[in-house]
């Protein structure tokens, strides 16, 4: 078992910047790759950023250029720090850890506002 707990949400005007980060514990060796996604007002939840065990990172084309993930094993902390934010950024930011096993587990998520 593998818990999240995510911090750094909050409300920022547009244009700013806001960093979230997210804590593991439990089975931390079993942890392959940390990861965010978001979920708007009434839209699917989708993928944000991943970076794997060897630092290997992909980011969705919306938050690319934007959006920097991070990882730092010896915390056991995934952060997502989001520069030049929008509107269409507000959203509920999930932590998502998939294990070696291929299991995910999640954070209870935390939201980011992004005024006009």
């Known amino acids: 078992q593998v818990q999240l707990v995510e911090s750094g949400g909050g409300l920022v005007q547009g244009g700013g910047s806001l960093s979230l980060s997210c804590t593991a514990s439990?089975?931390?060796?079993?942890?392959?790759?940390m990861g965010w996604y978001r979920q708007a007002p009434g839209k699917q939840r989708e993928w944000a950023a991943t970076?794997?065990?060897?630092?290997?990172?992909g980011y969705a084309d919306s938050v690319k250029g934007r959006f920097t993930i991070s990882r730092d094993n010896t915390k056991n902390t995934v952060y997502l720090h989001m520069n030049s934010l929008k509107p269409e950024d507000t959203a509920v930011y999930y932590c998502?850890?998939?294990?070696?096993?291929?299991?995910?587990?999640w954070g209870k998520g935390t939201l980011v506002t992004v005024s006009a």
């Open positions: 998502n850890v998939r294990t070696f096993g291929g299991v995910n587990y």
């Open positions: 439990g089975s931390i060796a079993s942890i392959a790759v």
């Open positions: 970076i794997t065990e060897r630092a290997e990172i």
